[in-house]
T-cell receptor, first 114, second 114 residues
Framework: KNQVEQSPQSLIILEGKNCTLQCNYTVSPFSNLRWYKQDTGRGPVSLTIMTFSENTKSNGRYTATLDADTKQSSLHITASQLSDSASYICVVSRYTSGTYKYIFGTGTRLKVLA | DTEVTQTPKHLVMGMTNKKSLKCEQHMGHRAMYWYKQKAKKPPELMFVYSYEKLSINESVPSRFSPECPNSSLLNLHLHALQPEDSALYLC?????????????FGPGTRLLVL
């Protein structure tokens, strides 16, 4: 079954600290993996997109890693800020029957406290 | 311009009403998407249009009717909705193919069905 699981479900950290969010997937055939940030009541915003051959990709204080062998990805946030408080969603794209489909994870809700 | 706009921002409708949600992008994207998102859940794909043709319908009830009048516009016509259809409706666009191109989301329309 094609699934994307994220952990933890929620996380509270202090401003300035680092954190790592996890994404495990069983999606096949794999096309690419995306991390999105979604503020409450807003649409998701793309942070990173990685294909099979990419191991790491950075976007400012956000660094995503991908291990295609173990089907795991992580999103590392460095020096967290209050504005990082949001839901972070891992999405895996698969190619099937001539079309691409996006499998969404359930997200990690991050709260950064002052 | 990397913006996807959606109107209205909020919509309240009765179960006998007919209303439409609108989505617009001017990035030259030829794939457009409708998602439904319930509170604290990830977005669920409803429809995908590729080159103005419906390419994916995720078994959505017929009370939701999508329309893509041209490459920049996407509508979702609503009729005889149920209270459980209350949700945030997100529109997104990208280049077709599902490859590592960024998918841009709009801010969403928050729908309440009474």
């Amino acid at each position: 079954k094609n699934q994307v699981e994220q952990s933890p479900q929620s996380l509270i950290i202090l401003e300035g600290k680092n954190c790592t969010l996890q994404c495990n997937y069983t999606v096949s055939p794999f096309s690419n993996l995306r991390w999105y940030k979604q503020d409450t009541g807003r649409g998701p915003v793309s942070l990173t997109i990685m294909t099979f051959s990419e191991n790491t990709k950075s976007n400012g204080r956000y660094t995503a890693t991908l291990d295609a062998d173990t089907k795991q990805s992580s999103l590392h946030i460095t020096a967290s800020q209050l504005s990082d408080s949001a839901s972070y969603i891992c999405v895996v794209s698969r190619y099937t029957s001539g079309t691409y489909k996006y499998i969404f994870g359930t997200g990690t809700r991050l709260k950064v406290l002052a | 311009d990397t913006e996807v706009t959606q109107t209205p921002k909020h919509l309240v409708m009765g179960m006998t009403n007919k209303k439409s949600l609108k989505c617009e992008q001017h990035m030259g994207h030829r794939a457009m998407y409708w998602y439904k998102q319930k509170a604290k859940k990830p977005p669920e794909l409803m429809f995908v249009y590729s080159y103005e043709k419906l390419s994916i319908n995720e078994s959505v009830p017929s009370r939701f009717s999508p329309e893509c009048p041209n490459s920049s516009l996407l509508n979702l016509h609503l009729h005889a909705l149920q209270p459980e259809d209350s949700a945030l409706y997100l529109c997104a666009s990208s280049q077709p193919g599902g490859g590592p191109e960024t998918q841009y989301f709009g801010p969403g329309t928050r729908l309440l069905v009474l």
